[in-house]
């Protein structure tokens, strides 16, 4: 089994910056992508960001240029650096990982999600 952990959510006001980390942790035999997407009440959980195994990202059109994602493969973690917040940057916030626990079989895990609120 595989668990992600994440952290780094919180409170901040508009314009300020806020880090989200996402540990890998169980039977992990390779990571193929991890990424961050959000959800609002009633809405599809979309993508945010994501980083694959030999480093290239993907940003939703909304974040680029403001949120940067990064990976420590030897640490099986990944983050999400977010700077000049907007009020509908408002979401919990999920780590995902594409992960192989076996030589064949791979899977896509979540985290538990972390709330992350932009407000004045």
């Known amino acids: 089994q595989v668990q992600l952990v994440e952290s780094g959510g919180g409170l901040v006001q508009p314009g300020g910056s806020l880090r989200l980390s996402c540990a890998a942790s169980?039977?992990?035999?390779?990571?193929?992508?991890m990424g961050w997407y959000r959800q609002s009440p009633g809405k599809q959980r979309e993508l945010v960001a994501t980083v694959n195994a030999g480093g290239a990202t993907n940003y939703a059109d909304s974040v680029k240029g403001r949120f940067t994602i990064s990976r420590d493969n030897a640490k099986n973690t990944v983050y999400l650096q977010m700077n000049s917040l907007k009020p509908e940057d408002t979401d919990v916030y999920y780590c995902?990982?594409?992960?192989?626990?076996?030589?064949?079989?791979?899977?896509?895990?979540w985290g538990q999600g972390t709330q992350v609120t932009v407000s004045s």
């Open positions: 169980g039977s992990i035999f390779r990571i193929i992508a």
């Open positions: 995902n990982g594409r992960i192989y626990s076996s030589v064949t079989t791979w899977n896509d895990f």
